[in-house]
């Protein structure tokens, strides 16, 4: 057991890190399967969540995050899935994240080891008329346009989990893959 926890440490440390624009769960405990992946089918029911954070009350597109997840065990528990809806709005931009999860389900004498992973379609939109400039003939931004882009990507983790305890490690954005926006813009044409 401590060689195969050893082993998942270590093959996850390898994994390269970035920064990324990221929902911000303050609910983490009611967030944990989108989170992490391996978290499929832990509860002995059928889990349904929904979830809605808005942030700095009173001010004009205040980033709002609404969420949906719902994960099941099956196979006599040796395996769990779930899907799950994620929309983030934050001024201009707005993402919309619809993801799958399948997690394989290892019972212990006393634990339970998960290793999960996850695939998503997300789709980023930047609302151009929601858009302030302080230089308004700057000809990166088209404020006349709202444009939408869709970027694929991958999470895994694991999770260590009894009655008394539980502990998980989680990467998300695993393909490292990229948004690019304004595809048919020719004067954005790289040389």
Do not use: C
């Amino acid at each position: 057991m401590k060689k195969l926890a050893l082993t998942l440490l270590i093959t996850f440390s390898f994994l390269s890190i970035n920064a990324q624009q990221m929902p911000y769960y303050t609910q983490n405990k009611s967030n944990a399967f989108m989170i992490n992946p391996a978290i499929a089918g832990t509860k002995r029911l059928v889990d349904a969540r929904m979830n809605y954070r808005m942030q700095w009350v009173g001010y004009d597109d205040a980033p709002r995050t609404y969420s949906l997840g719902l994960h099941s065990r099956f196979y006599k528990g040796k395996m769990g899935a779930g899907m799950y809806l994620m929309q983030d709005n934050v001024g201009p931009a707005k993402q919309m994240n619809l993801g799958a999860a399948y997690a394989f389900h290892i019972r212990f004498p006393d634990v339970e080891l998960s290793a999960g992973l996850a695939g998503n379609f997300t789709k980023y939109s930047l609302i151009g008329d929601k858009m302030f400039l302080h230089h308004r003939q700057d000809p990166s931004i088209d404020q006349t346009l709202t444009n939408s882009t869709w970027a694929t990507d991958a999470s895994a983790g694991i999770y260590l989990y009894n009655d008394r305890f539980h502990i998980g490690l989680s990467g998300m954005h695993v393909l490292q893959s990229t948004a690019e926006f304004y595809k048919a813009d020719t004067t954005k044409n790289k040389s």
